[in-house]
T-cell receptor
Framework: DSGVTQTPKHLITATGQRVTLRCSPR?????VYWYQQSLDQGLQFLIQ???????AKGNILERFSAQQFPDLHSELNLSSLELGDSALYFC???????????????FGPGTRLTVL | AQTVTQSQPEMSVQEAETVTLSCTYD???????LFWYKQPPSRQMILVIR??????QNATENRFSVNFQKAAKSFSLKISDSQLGDAAMYFC????????????FGAGTRLTVKP
C-alpha cells in the first residue's frame, strides 16, 4: 500500500458524459500528479499540482481539468467523454514540487474508466 | 526530448531463477533519476527500485538490483530467485533531476514466472 488513495476504483459511463476522479496523496506529500494509461498510448503524464497550484501540464486534453484543494486532495474532471478516453487513470504523489532535487512518485491503485 | 525504450515486450523465467529486464534511454542531461516500477494484475504501480545518475554504485533492494551503465544509457533490472509474485508488467522510467513532473515511461515488459 503506497498510501495514495483513489476513488472510485471503477467507473462506467456513456459518451458525452462528465466524471470526476478523486485522489488523496500520502500524508505529507504536497504534489499530486495525474497519469493516463491506455493500451495504445502507454503511461502518459497529464498534469501536476503542488500545494494547490498547477505546476506542470503534459498531454492533457482541453476537455480534462484538475484541481487540488486546501486539504491537498485532488480531482480530475473529464467531460464530453469519448470512447477513446477509456483508460486507467493513476494519481501519484510526492513530497517535493519538482523544482530542485526531485523525489519519488508513489502511485495510487488507479481508477478504471470505461466509456460506452 | 528524453525517451525510454524497453525492447523486450515479454519475458519469462523459471521460479527461483534469475532474469534481467532491459531498458535504454536517450538524454542529453548528465544528472537524472531512473526507476523501475512493477504493475501486477491488480494494476497498482509499485516502485521497485530507484537509481540516481550521479551515483556510480548500482542500487539494490533485496532480490532486485540494477546494472546502470551511464555511458551506454542503459538501466537493466535483475531479479534474483524469481518468485511467482514477481509476475507483472515492469516499467522503466526516467526523470530529470530538476523537474519532477517530467517523468517518461517505457512501454513495459510483461514478466511471466513459471512454477
Amino acid at each position: 500500500d503506497s498510501g495514495v488513495t483513489q476513488t472510485p476504483k471503477h467507473l462506467i459511463t456513456a459518451t458525452g458524459q462528465r466524471v470526476t476522479l478523486r485522489c488523496s496523496p500520502r500524508s505529507g506529500d504536497l504534489s499530486v500528479y495525474w497519469y493516463q494509461q491506455s493500451l495504445d498510448q502507454g503511461l502518459q503524464f497529464l498534469i501536476q499540482y503542488y500545494n494547490g497550484e498547477e505546476r506542470a501540464k503534459g498531454n492533457i486534453l482541453e476537455r480534462f481539468s484538475a484541481q487540488q484543494f486546501p486539504d491537498l486532495h485532488s480531482e480530475l474532471n473529464l467531460s464530453s467523454l469519448e470512447l477513446g478516453d477509456s483508460a486507467l487513470y493513476f494519481c501519484a504523489s510526492s513530497v517535493g514540487s519538482g523544482r530542485g532535487v526531485g523525489d519519488t512518485q508513489y502511485f495510487g491503485p488507479g481508477t478504471r474508466l470505461t466509456v460506452l | 526530448a528524453q525517451t525510454v525504450t524497453q525492447s523486450q515486450p515479454e519475458m519469462s523465467v523459471q521460479e527461483a531463477e534469475t532474469v534481467t529486464l532491459s531498458c535504454t534511454y536517450d538524454t542529453s542531461e548528465s544528472d537524472y533519476y531512473l526507476f523501475w516500477y512493477k504493475q501486477p494484475p491488480s494494476r497498482q504501480m509499485i516502485l521497485v527500485i530507484r537509481q540516481e545518475a550521479y551515483k556510480q554504485q548500482n542500487a539494490t533492494e533485496n532480490r532486485f538490483s540494477v546494472n546502470f551503465q551511464k555511458a551506454a544509457k542503459s538501466f537493466s533490472l535483475k531479479i534474483s530467485d524469481s518468485q511467482l509474485g514477481d509476475a507483472a508488467m515492469y516499467f522503466c522510467a526516467y526523470r530529470t533531476l530538476y523537474n519532477n513532473n517530467d517523468m517518461r515511461f517505457g512501454a513495459g515488459t510483461r514478466l511471466t514466472v513459471k512454477p
